[in-house]
């Protein structure tokens, strides 16, 4: 029955796109970010669905949709050419076949990140592309959060977001990170949607996807997510008029919020102040300092999957009273930080175009907040959308030093939102200023 009710929602969708374009669009974000085909039990299981969906979005815009105006963006340029890089590291990879694996997924993530601000030419597009990247983030956060509710998460590693599966956004770190961006977002279509006008159904929507956007942290029992969460309480200091007073609130609810933790959520963030005794934190370490030595003498990186050349000696401190130190050996463990990713698998060139990518992004978002700050102004809500889409880029790269996300397509979905709003507010910038010659009408 799921699998059925899945197919005729695509098959919808499919139809539908035919006279809307953007439509297929919508759908590969959806199939990205939710997976489906990791939901249902046999027949979406057989269907390369992603690369049906991002071949009919793409030929979509080239063969029915509207490209008047159409903008390239310079990160779109930086994105294309990281993808090529990632493509020449993968032909000499340390592991040809399982840097082919990986590499079949990224080529869709960037191409896609690069062609998606192609297609938001308006606002109702933004926002529709947003909306969608929410709701369909909502279908794995809201789980979690119910599930947080009813057991308390269980501990790291043992909430079922819908399916077993410990990769993309099902992964405890990844979602956490995710789920903390996205509440700037969230915030800003209760103040400024217009697709669904922000009335008190609306808001209680909002306000409760929020709730349990900060519930899946500790269901999870991530380090990762507290983290994102202290990074997004500094960081929305900027938005409001009496700061004391919000700290003191922020403080009080966090400190009141204590009591009703689950503990294992609590002796999971306790680990943070002795990592130098804690396996999982000594191994990021140990793996951190090896890619930068591997990096010495791999300057171009060794490829997708190069992390699984590592060995790794981890000098453990004492646990506790009538315990020694201990010293143990481990290999071919995973970087934990998108960082080091970069660094490893694509070695200085590829982390400074990734870098480049990223905090470009920031820059521009800065700008375009401060240009649209003025409320009475046309583009009002381009201001805080900028803000919340700096906001959730920050959160990420603050995230992605402690799991290795360099490439998860929902964070160059919210790139390519990024670049897409950039272009459509030059453009409109562009048609206020242009002024058209006018025949001057001969003197008598």
């Given at each position: ?9 695509l098959?919808a ?16 974000v ?5 997976s ?6 046999l027949?979406?299981?057989t ?6 969906a ?13 490209k008047?105006d ?14 090529l ?11 040809p ?14 191409i896609?990140a ?20 929410i ?17 308390g998460g269980?501990?790291?590693g043992q ?8 990769s ?7 979602i956490?990170?995710v ?8 915030v ?6 217009t697709i669904f ?9 909002c ?9 899946i ?19 929305s ?15 009080a ?5 204590v009591p ?16 130098d ?10 793996v951190?300092?090896?890619t ?6 791999h ?12 060995h ?17 050996t ?8 998108a960082y080091?990713?970069?660094?490893g ?15 470009i992004?920031?820059?521009r ?17 381009a ?14 790269l ?7 996300i360099?490439?998860q397509?929902?964070?160059y979905?919210?790139?390519g ?7 459509y ?6 048609e ?13």
């Amino acid at each position: 029955m799921r699998d059925l009710s899945f197919i005729a929602f695509l098959i919808a969708f499919f139809v539908m796109g035919f006279k809307r374009p953007f439509l297929l669009v919508l759908v590969y974000v959806y199939i990205d970010i939710v997976s489906p085909q990791r939901l249902t039990y046999l027949l979406l299981n057989t269907v390369p669905i992603s690369l049906i969906a991002v071949a009919l979005a793409v030929g979509g815009w080239v063969l029915a949709d509207d490209k008047r105006d159409t903008r390239v963006g310079a990160r779109q340029v930086l994105i294309v050419l990281l993808m090529l890089y990632c493509w020449a590291t993968t032909l000499g990879a340390d592991f040809p076949v399982e840097a082919k694996e990986k590499w079949d997924w990224v080529w869709k993530t960037l191409i896609f990140a690069a062609f998606l601000p192609l297609t938001l030419r308006t606002r109702l597009r933004i926002e529709s592309l947003l909306l969608f990247m929410i709701l369909s983030a909502s279908s794995i956060i809201i789980v979690g959060g119910i599930k947080t509710i009813a057991s308390g998460g269980g501990g790291y590693g043992q909430l079922n977001l819908m399916v077993d599966n410990n990769s993309g956004l099902y992964e405890g770190s990844t979602i956490s990170a995710v789920a903390v961006a996205i509440i700037p977002i969230i915030v800003w279509f209760a103040t400024c949607g217009t697709i669904f006008k922000p009335d008190w159904r609306v808001k209680g929507f909002c306000l409760a996807l929020v709730f349990a956007c900060l519930l899946i942290p500790v269901g999870t029992s991530t380090r990762t997510g507290l983290v994102c969460i202290v990074l997004l309480a500094l960081l929305s200091v900027r938005a409001v008029k009496r700061k004391a007073l919000y700290l003191a609130a922020v403080t009080a609810l966090g400190l009141a919020a204590v009591p009703f933790l689950p503990s294992a959520f609590t002796d999971r963030m306790n680990t943070i102040k002795t990592y130098d005794a804690d396996e999982s934190a000594s191994t990021r370490l140990a793996v951190w300092q090896w890619t930068i030595e591997y990096a010495k003498t791999h300057p171009f990186g060794g490829g997708f999957e190069a992390y699984r050349g590592n060995h790794i000696r981890l000098d453990l401190k004492s646990e506790g009273p009538g315990t020694g130190p201990r010293v143990e050996t481990d290999k071919a463990r995973a970087f934990h930080s998108a960082y080091f990713e970069m660094l490893g698998e694509q070695g200085y060139f590829g982390l400074a175009l990734w870098l480049s990518i990223n905090v470009i992004g920031i820059f521009r978002m800065e700008l375009l907040r401060r240009r649209h700050a003025d409320p009475a102004s046309e583009f009002a809500w381009a201001g805080p959308l900028a803000g919340a889409l700096q906001t959730a880029q920050i959160i990420y790269l603050f995230g992605a030093a402690f799991v290795g996300i360099a490439f998860q397509p929902f964070v160059y979905m919210l790139i390519g939102a990024q670049i897409g709003l950039d272009t459509y507010l030059a453009r409109k910038r562009s048609e206020q200023t242009f002024r058209p010659m006018r025949r001057v009408p001969p003197s008598r």
